[in-house]
């Protein structure tokens, strides 16, 4: 546990050979910066529908998921579900997020129907994810995590940022759930959702790049990855992260559990905070956490607030 900026002295963060952990979902976050940066470039918009970028590739059944944008992908607004084919239990789920390559996720697309044309209300989407991520990796012809080294963790130095882990697959940080040992997990096509295994070291250099805004290593794309796209859940969410609170005090984040891991990235601009939680074992509570930081940044008041009765309406 890192927190960068912070008025308490923050835990050393730069010994050499830190531990692995595998960071789960917080992965969607450098597909949306990829995405940003896309955009920048004019490779992409946000308004490009699967239709689009994916002719010749998927023959879509619904021409309501062919129309699915970029930005309702980035803004789990699509319609799509959490995963595709009815995978819903744990088991399941877990076997997909492993085992789920190009080829099936391709043919899940092409077949999937949609109760309503999207967008919809933000309904949280590993599949939509795992799509963008692969139509970037067809858009360049390049696997997604080339693409990752080439723009992102490259430029930043985040040389301990990989999905593989070759001859470093010693410095994993021992994987648990609960007093059980558990399994690593390894992504094909869902990599782009969830695949990354990071330091806190590297993942505090991420934060600091995106706080830097267009003036730092990221430029424009850092500034454009956070800003509001759409509603998420009492929020907002920009480029597949999500986005808190009032505009003077804004907080940027998102977590990634996996089957043995937990991982919080949470990014404070009024404050230039950053703060990183890396844990091994699945039973860590980052939903507590995160909820307590909550509590203490946004505080709610306890005590009773006078209200005239006339304000508040015929209730009958």
Request: hydrophobic share 40%; proline share 8%; with cysteine.
């Amino acid at each position: 546990y890192v927190q960068d900026g912070a008025p308490l002295s923050p835990v050393p963060v730069t010994t050499p050979q830190q531990p692995l952990f595998e960071i789960g979902s917080i992965s969607k976050v450098f597909t949306g910066l990829l995405v940003a940066q896309a955009v920048e470039r004019g490779d992409l918009a946000l308004s490009d529908t699967m239709g689009r970028l994916l002719q010749g590739k998927v023959s879509f059944r619904s021409p309501d998921v062919a129309g699915i944008t970029v930005q309702q992908l980035l803004t789990h607004s699509s319609c799509l579900p959490r995963q595709y084919g009815g995978a819903v239990n744990a088991s399941a789920v877990a076997t997909q997020l492993r085992e789920g390559d190009r080829t099936s996720l391709w043919a899940a697309l092409a077949g999937q129907t949609l109760t309503q044309a999207p967008p919809c209300d933000a309904t949280y989407s590993n599949y939509g994810l795992a799509v963008l991520g692969e139509v970037l990796s067809e858009r360049y012809s390049k696997p997604w995590i080339e693409l990752v080294r080439e723009r992102i963790t490259g430029p930043l130095g985040m040389s301990d940022t990989v999905v593989s882990l070759g001859d470093q697959a010693r410095r994993m940080a021992p994987p648990f759930d609960g007093l059980r040992e558990a399994p690593l997990w390894d992504m094909k096509a869902f990599v782009g959702a969830g695949g990354l295994r990071s330091t806190p070291h590297d993942m505090l250099l991420f934060g600091r790049a995106i706080l830097a805004g267009r003036s730092g290593p990221l430029g424009a794309a850092a500034e454009q990855l956070v800003a509001p796209l759409g509603p998420y859940e009492g929020g907002r969410i920009g480029h597949a992260i999500f986005v808190v609170g009032p505009p003077d005090r804004l907080s940027s984040s998102h977590d990634g559990p996996t089957g043995a891991y937990r991982a919080l990235l949470t990014l404070y601009p009024d404050t230039g905070e950053v703060m990183v939680v890396l844990a091994s074992n699945r039973q860590a509570s980052r939903r507590q956490l995160g909820a307590d930081l909550w509590a203490s940044r946004y505080p709610v008041r306890s005590s009773p607030v006078d209200v005239a009765a006339s304000l508040l309406g015929d209730r009958s």
